[in-house]
């Protein structure tokens, strides 16, 4: 048998009160061919082929006291160390398979006792992967092509209420989205097949407002629609979505998983919109979890073709340098293979308006990216086309290198809208 010959790398950040050194080989150990004393048929030839590497160590300092509780302390410790620690594994430890590989480099390393810190701050992964997976299908330049929109960020929103609202209540809201010169439509996150809002009387009420507009202007509206569920039933919700002339699903990912979303990828023939809600479990905590930049490369390679980041003074906890991060990171290529380099659109969304273009521009110089504004474009004084003409203006006014209240003084939409959402 011939193994694969590749090597998975991750890197943490750790926080422990033993010597650093013993920590990461801990580590290695628990993931790779370690157990806590020697078994039958660990051999050493067994170990050198199998046994995970600690690649390097870097030295962060010292911290007053655990960030995280249940951590041991050695007799003899000095104090709470925090280092970054990179590990590698051979690829024939798990095979090419996204799953296992989270299980090795996101597993059961968040509770070993000699840790009172334990993040996963990235993971790089052999092209043996780009190989197996598909990874995104339509990525930007086909979520371009599906829009018709070059040059400028989708202008995009969001339907709510989240829940509650009727087949015969959200048609005429897109209906009137579509009116205003609206890019992208989505379902929100909590919307999909509940008795209130069933989805096939969903789809079929909205698409037939969203056909009925392309015939009109000869640019389809994408309607990112909630599919989220069993791998059967989001199957069946594609096809559906596509025979009434859809061009987008939305799936809650952290919901589903990622054998789910490969499973829809491989059906798939239509764009896949990732939503992220949940990622405050992995993202917030900066002593555990896992870093967007290494959840979104999992994503990526399972088949997502957008995947939110939050946006810019956000209603979250997120800071904007980290939610530009992430986004510059959807956009950079895996493997070194740019156009085949599983690159994303990324989304910004909650409480974005005209305020945030100018920023976002300026920190992500890309217009590569979905700009979601609920209350940003609903709540314009002058209504949803004025709301649509005025992210617009923004965006112009960004690009441009002109402030938005200079732009404002010959469009009035802007104008209204900076009035509008002053505080």
């Avoid at 041991?72 to 925090?82: A, C, E, F, R, Y």
């Avoid at 405050?280 to 979890?289: F, K, L, T």
């Avoid at 979905?370 to 203006?393: D, L, N, S, W, Y």
């Amino acid at each position: 048998m011939t193994l694969p010959a590749g090597r998975i790398r991750a890197r943490y950040r750790i926080e422990t009160a033993y010597s650093v050194e013993y920590a990461a080989q801990v580590m290695a150990g628990e993931q790779s061919t370690g157990t806590f004393v020697r078994v039958a048929g660990e051999t050493d030839e067994l170990r050198e082929a199998h046994a995970a590497r600690v690649e390097s160590i870097e030295h962060l300092g010292t911290v007053g006291s655990p960030s995280l509780p249940g951590a041991g302390k050695p007799k003899d410790s000095t104090g709470w160390h925090s280092a970054e620690v990179e590990l590698s594994w051979p690829l024939s430890n798990m095979g090419v398979s996204l799953p296992n590989v989270v299980a090795t480099v996101a597993g059961n390393l968040f509770e070993l006792k000699p840790f009172s810190g334990l993040k996963l701050l990235d993971i790089s992964l052999p092209a043996e992967f780009l190989a197996k997976y598909q990874g995104p299908q339509f990525g930007v330049g086909g979520t371009r092509r599906l829009t018709g929109v070059e040059g400028r960020p989708l202008v995009g929103t969001i339907i709510k209420p989240s829940v509650g609202l009727s087949p015969a209540a959200t048609a005429p809201m897109v209906d009137a989205l579509a009116e205003g010169g609206i890019d992208f439509v989505k379902d929100d996150e909590l919307q999909a097949d509940g008795p209130h809002c069933p989805f096939a009387e969903r789809l079929r009420a909205v698409m037939d407002v969203v056909n009925r507009h392309a015939d009109r202007t000869g640019r389809k509206l994408m309607y990112a629609v909630n599919i989220t569920g069993e791998i059967d039933e989001m199957l069946a919700r594609h096809d559906a979505v596509e025979a009434a002339g859809g061009t987008c699903v939305m799936v809650s990912a952290n919901s589903i998983g990622l054998p789910a979303l490969v499973a829809l990828r491989r059906r798939a023939r239509l764009a896949i919109h990732g939503h992220r809600n949940g990622w405050g479990i992995y993202g917030r905590s900066p002593a555990i979890g896992m870093s967007f930049i290494a959840y979104q490369k999992l994503w990526r390679l399972a088949g997502v073709d957008h995947l939110h980041v939050n946006g810019l003074a956000n209603k979250f906890c997120e800071e904007d340098a980290s939610v530009i991060a992430s986004a510059r990171e959807c956009l950079t290529p895996m493997f070194g293979v740019p156009g085949r380099g599983c690159e994303i659109m990324p989304v910004f969304s909650s409480g974005q308006s005209v305020k945030q273009a100018p920023g976002t521009w300026a920190a992500l110089g890309s217009t590569d990216l979905i700009f979601a504004c609920g209350g940003g474009i609903m709540a314009h004084p002058g209504g949803i086309a004025a709301g649509v003409r005025a992210i617009h203006q923004a965006w112009e006014a960004a690009m441009a290198g002109v402030p938005l209240e200079t732009h404002a003084r010959s469009n009035r939409e802007l104008r209204e809208a900076l009035q509008a959402f002053a505080s």
